[in-house]
Nanobody
Framework: QLQVVESGGGLVQPGGSLRLSCIVS????????IGWFRQAPGKEREGVSCITRFGRSTNYADSVKGRFTISRDNAKRTVYLQMNSLKPEDTAVYYC????????????????WGQGTQVTVSS
């Protein structure tokens, strides 16, 4: 069974940085398109970024372009989300999700989801 586990969340001041990690395990021969999503209190979950199986294509929400960078290390079965210049409005639970699709989209029809990691941006 596929497992998706996020880590790296925490409390950071505005303007600071965090790096989230997402490890996908359970089927050693497969690679997945990975998406990062977030849900702020009282809001719907939204797509943040995604990356295709071998990292050839990425996509970002307009709200994070130029500040967030997604990357992956398939040898470690890990996808990273580097978040710089963080703003209070980035505060949310961040979720990682895996899909067998070849294309990378910010829609939420991913098959496997993690439990989320809290990111709080506050002074």
């Amino acid at each position: 069974q596929l497992q998706v586990v996020e880590s790296g969340g925490g409390l950071v001041q505005p303007g600071g940085s965090l790096r989230l990690s997402c490890i996908v395990s359970g089927r050693s021969s497969d690679y997945y398109t990975i998406g990062w999503f977030r849900q702020a209190p009282g809001k719907e979950r939204e797509g943040v970024s995604c990356i295709t199986r071998f990292g050839r294509s990425t996509n970002y929400a307009d709200s994070v372009k130029g500040r967030f960078t997604i990357s992956r290390d398939n040898a470690k079965r890990t996808v990273y989300l580097q978040m710089n210049s963080l703003k209070p409005e980035d505060t949310a639970v961040y979720y990682c999700a895996a899909s067998t699709r070849l294309l990378c989209t910010l829609s939420q029809d991913y098959e496997h989801w993690g439990q989320g990691t809290q990111v709080t941006v506050s002074s």
